[in-house]
């Protein structure tokens, strides 16, 4: 397939397009860095099956030549205000890549009749009442709150996805991403897999924030890369959760980070810097991934952690 990638220079999208490749498609990176990194593709450069457009999302899309998938990938993704690459800090930009963004993407796969995949979120299920979270449940997200910049809009996403699946007849997919980790994350985009590692390789107290209760689970990239793979080529046209469910508290994935890097410093809590409408728990249920893409996460957290660890350890020269 000639596959068009929106966001192809960020950390999700980098890795999908060395997939893809990979896979024997010829693929077309979209992104104007507004939180990616170049380097994430310069491995790319020369590689006859990809080019390149720099360009922003949210503006008109010209594309030439026939294009069989377009997958939208592109927006902002940490919540944390301490980074400039957060979406508290680019709300604009933030609410225009899930909803302008979606639009144009969404017009390029209707003109060419290719499959459309929306990279949407744990995030629309907001601070669920809900444990874990199934695909059937609605969420319960605050409309005006710190996050809502970025929930609004990627369920705004979903919505135009389906009006377009319904009223167009497009063939669309919906990845309802889980927080995933893995090289090529940001360094500085204030997410808690970086902040924690980029803490204890300096020797620094890691920062948790509030009294770090509240959980997540975090996916190994190459595990969320298969299943999104496997999601591209089914028929599935509802959404899909794609995370990993082993679920920790920040508490103890400070602790763990710790000891894996043999930071001596501890842990300070920072209570004044967890946002209002922080989820308390997050976990995927993945049922349906596993029922319809035979799909289930294979790498644990010890496993991802290292190679991510590693790599971080390249970035700070260490
Ligand atoms: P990232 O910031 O590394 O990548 C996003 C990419 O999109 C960047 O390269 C950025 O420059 C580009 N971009 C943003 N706005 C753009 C615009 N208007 N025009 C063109 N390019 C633009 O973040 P990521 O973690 O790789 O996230 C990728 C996608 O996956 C996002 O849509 C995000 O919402 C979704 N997602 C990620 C996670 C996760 O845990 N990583 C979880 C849920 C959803
Ligand atoms: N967090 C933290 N310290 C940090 C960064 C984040 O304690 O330096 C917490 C944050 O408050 C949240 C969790 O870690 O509860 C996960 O944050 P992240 O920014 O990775 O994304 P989220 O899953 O909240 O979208």
């Known amino acids: 397939?000639?596959?068009?990638?929106?966001?192809?220079?960020?950390?999700?999208?980098?890795?999908?397009?060395?997939?893809?490749?990979?896979?024997?498609?010829?693929?077309?990176?979209?992104?104007?860095?507004?939180?990616?990194?170049?380097?994430?593709?310069?491995?790319?450069?020369?590689?006859?099956?990809?080019?390149?457009?720099?360009?922003?999302?949210?503006?008109y899309i010209f594309a030439p030549d026939k294009i069989e998938a377009v997958l939208h990938f592109a927006s902002p993704a940490s919540p944390n205000p301490e980074s400039?690459?957060?979406?508290?800090?680019?709300?604009?930009?933030?609410?225009?890549?899930?909803?302008?963004?979606?639009?144009?993407?969404?017009?390029?796969?209707?003109?060419?009749?290719a499959?459309?995949?929306?990279a949407s979120t744990s995030e629309i299920y907001g601070d669920p009442l809900e444990h874990p979270q199934t695909e059937s449940y609605w969420g319960h997200a605050d409309p005006i709150g710190f996050r809502s910049v970025y929930d609004e809009a990627k369920?705004?996403?979903?919505?135009?996805?389906?009006?377009?699946h319904r009223?167009?007849?497009?063939?669309?997919?919906?990845?309802r991403i889980f927080n995933t980790y893995g090289p090529r994350m940001r360094l500085d985009d204030g997410r808690v897999v970086p902040n924690f590692i980029q803490q204890a390789l300096l020797g620094n107290p890691i920062s948790v924030y509030g009294d770090g209760a509240q959980t997540r689970s975090f996916c190994y990239v190459d595990d969320l890369i298969e299943g999104i793979y496997r999601l591209l080529l089914s028929d599935e046209h509802m959404p899909v959760n794609i995370g990993n469910p082993s679920e920790i508290s920040i508490k103890e994935f400070a602790e763990k980070i710790n000891t894996k890097v043999g930071n001596k410093a501890g842990i300070i809590y920072e209570e004044d810097k967890r946002l209002g409408?922080?989820?308390?728990?997050?976990?995927?249920?993945?049922?349906?991934?596993?029922?319809?893409?035979?799909?289930?996460?294979?790498?644990?957290?010890?496993?991802?952690?290292e190679k991510t660890i590693r790599y971080f350890q390249g970035q700070l020269g260490l």
């Open 155 to 164: 369920r705004f996403a979903e919505a135009l996805t389906m009006a377009y």
């Open 84 to 113: 400039p690459f957060s979406y508290p800090n680019l709300p604009i930009q933030t609410m225009k890549a899930g909803a302008l963004g979606t639009h144009n993407m969404l017009g390029v796969a209707k003109a060419n009749a």
């Open 1 to 59: 397939m000639r596959i068009l990638i929106s966001g192809a220079a960020g950390f999700l999208g980098s890795h999908l397009c060395d997939r893809l490749i990979k896979e024997g498609h010829t693929v077309i990176g979209l992104d104007n860095f507004i939180t990616g990194n170049p380097m994430n593709l310069a491995h790319l450069a020369g590689n006859e099956r990809f080019s390149f457009i720099k360009h922003d999302v949210s503006e």
């Open 167 to 175: 009223f167009h007849g497009l063939d669309t997919r919906i990845v």
């Open 277 to 305: 409408d922080d989820p308390q728990r997050r976990q995927p249920d993945i049922t349906r991934a596993r029922t319809i893409l035979g799909w289930e996460p294979s790498t644990n957290l010890d496993m991802g952690l």
């Open 115 to 118: 499959r459309f995949l929306l």
